[in-house]
Structures are given as structure tokens and as C-alpha cells.
């Protein structure tokens, strides 16, 4: 275990992907309340210009760094920039993916295999790349937004796939840095209310809320806070895990 953790008084510092999301805002905005660097990256500088006027003044230092996860030189550059900028880094939370559905007999190769590559290859190139500096916290957390879909979702076959495997390589991860004094948490979100899913028809809306045994849908600050609940230094003897915030529906029958 590294011998030089930082100060417990001194700012966590966290790099948060697929921070330009209706999750990852809700993620980037409830971190900045609670005092953290946040360093967000997305696609692009312009889909993160608005969250990052609207963190600016509340988080204790922002900066954005728009990267392809794919790609491993890129990745490795956003980290590189935000541990520099930083003086280091406390936390990954993977929010980046895409959701590209189709029946297994329609689906081609090519997009089977785009959304393992973002999904999955892209959670692992931003865990290897940071994992140096996650070790030289002391008490580094990755957290990785999986889904509910891993369980079994009609047309997500793709999408269902990468989510399970990124809850398994979690565990794998978990193993591999607990020594370290970090952890490897998933979050595998419900159904939340984000513009994407607000685009959905209102009977479907309304079918989705009544096969919810709390009787609602999720907000993005339901993630937000259990993101920040598993990023907290007081958090280290949980890993390994996998927490569904799904408002009770992964116990109950399917939709009415």
C-alpha cells in the first residue's frame, strides 16, 4: 500500500466520463456540491461548455478534457492531464456508454462490437491509465455505471453484454487493487429520468413508472448520490460490488 496517501482534509480529486450525460451531469453537478476537483470528459470541448459554466465556482478546481475512449493514446492523455492538474487522483467514475439495440438477428457485427469497445474496452483503457495514480492516493475508488440491463433486456443483447462485463471485470479489478487501498464498485442504474428517456412515447413512460415498485422513476441524483457515497474515503471496505438503484424493479414482475 502506498506509504503517502493524501491529507483526509484536502479536496477528492475525480475524473468522471460521459460526464455530458443526463446521468453524468447529474453525477459532475452533486460532486462539485460536495467540494470535489472534478476533471469531466466527454466526446467533445462544446458538449461539455454548459456543465462545465454551471460546476465552475462550486467544484474546488474544474477542468474538461474531451477524450475517445477507444482510443488508449487518448484515454491516456485526459488521465495524464487531470493527475497533473491535479497533483493526482481519488477517483474514476466510467459514466461513457451507448446504447445501440436491435434483435440478435437484425444486430450487425460492427455494432455489436461498437458498443463493447465504448462500453467495456473504454471503462478498462480509463482504469489501466489511471490506476498509478489511484494507488498513490491511498484511497482510490473506481466506480463504473453498469445497468440494470445486464439482468436481461429485450433488444439489448449488445448493450446487456457490456454492462455484465464490465460488472465481472470489476471484481477481477477489485481483487487486484484492494492491497493498494482502492476499490472497484458498479452501479447499475434503473430506469432514470434523463432527456433520452423523457423522448420515450408517454404510454410507455407510464408503463415503465407503474412496473416501479417505489412508484416513481429514478433522477439522476439517485446515481449521483450513491456514486458519491462509494467515492468517499470512508467507503474502503466495500469492493468488489455491484449496487442496483432501480427503485425496487429488478425484484419485481415485468412491466403491467
Known amino acids: 500500500m502506498t506509504s503517502s496517501p493524501t491529507p483526509s482534509s484536502a479536496p ?3 475524473l468522471l466520463t460521459g460526464a455530458a450525460g443526463g446521468i453524468g451531469w447529474g453525477i459532475a453537478t452533486h460532486l462539485a456540491e460536495l467540494g470535489y476537483a472534478l476533471a469531466l470528459s466527454d466526446r ?27 482510443d488508449p493514446q487518448s484515454v491516456t492523455a485526459a488521465v495524464d492531464a487531470a493527475v497533473a492538474r491535479f497533483q493526482g487522483l481519488d477517483v474514476v467514475v466510467n459514466c461513457a456508454g451507448v446504447l445501440k439495440d436491435a434483435r440478435v438477428e437484425t444486430m450487425t457485427a460492427a455494432t455489436f462490437q461498437q458498443v463493447l469497445q465504448v462500453n467495456l474496452i473504454g471503462m478498462l483503457n480509463v482504469t489501466a491509465a ?26 439489448s443483447s449488445n448493450y446487456a453484454t ?11 479489478l477489485a481483487l487486484s487493487l484492494a492491497a493498494d487501498g482502492v476499490t472497484v464498485n458498479c452501479i ?4 432514470v429520468e434523463t432527456p433520452m428517456s423523457n423522448s420515450l412515447p408517454a404510454n410507455i413512460l407510464e408503463r415503465v413508472r407503474r412496473s416501479i415498485p417505489v412508484g416513481r422513476v429514478g433522477r439522476p441524483e439517485d446515481i449521483a448520490r450513491t456514486v458519491a457515497f462509494l467515492a468517499a474515503r ?23
Request: aromatic letters at 4%; a positive charge; one cysteine or more.
Open 162 to 172: 457490456s454492462k455484465g462485463a464490465i460488472a465481472g471485470v470489476s471484481r477481477s
Open 130 to 155: 489511471a490506476m498509478p495514480a489511484l494507488r498513490r492516493s491511498g484511497t482510490g475508488r473506481v466506480i463504473s455505471l453498469t445497468s440494470r440491463a445486464w439482468l436481461g433486456n429485450y433488444g
Open 44 to 70: 467533445s470541448s462544446e458538449s461539455l461548455a454548459p456543465l462545465l459554466t454551471e460546476v465552475t465556482g462550486t467544484a474546488a478546481d474544474v477542468t474538461c478534457l474531451p477524450a475517445d475512449l477507444t
Open 234 to 256: 470512508e467507503a474502503g471496505y466495500l469492493t468488489g460490488q455491484t449496487i442496483t438503484v432501480c427503485g425496487g424493479r429488478s425484484i419485481a414482475g415485468s412491466m403491467r
Open 188 to 191: 447499475a442504474p434503473g430506469f
Open 12 to 14: 477528492r480529486r475525480a
